[in-house]
């Protein structure tokens, strides 16, 4: 059964950076992507980045492309998820998915338990 954990989140004040950082275990086959996703208070799931592990294809929501970064280091098996320049709209709750290469949230067949992102003005 497939686990991933998250870390990394916190407090910040407007303009600051977080790296999140998402460690899968427990599979015996590798899922296309590993994607990001966020939910704020009130609010509904929403994508943010995914990498296809097949090659360093990436792509993000309109909202973080030019401040937000995912990456990959393979060998760990761990996705990251490099925030800087960060806005108080981009308090919310962080998970971690694998699954299909999309923003589509029912494309992902497993997910974190998540990481609390505050950002302060």
């Known amino acids: 059964q497939v686990q991933l954990e998250e870390s990394g989140g916190g407090s910040v004040q407007t303009g600051g950076s977080l790296r999140l950082a998402c460690a899968v275990s427990?599979?015996?086959?590798?899922?296309?992507?590993t994607g990001w996703f966020r939910q704020a208070l009130g609010k509904e799931r929403e994508f943010v980045a995914s990498?296809?592990?097949?090659?360093?294809?990436?792509t993000y929501a309109d909202s973080v492309k030019g401040r937000f970064t995912i990456s990959k280091d393979s060998a760990k098996d761990t996705v990251y998820l490099q925030m800087n320049s960060l806005k108080p709209e981009d308090t919310a709750v962080y998970y971690c998915?694998?699954?299909?290469?999309?923003?589509?949230?029912?494309?992902?067949?497993?997910w974190g338990q998540g990481t609390q992102v505050t950002v302060s003005s």
């Open positions: 990498i296809l592990h097949g090659g360093d294809a990436t």
């Open positions: 427990g599979r015996t086959v590798r899922s296309p992507a």
């Open positions: 998915t694998v699954g299909a290469y999309s923003s589509k949230w029912n494309l992902y067949r497993a």
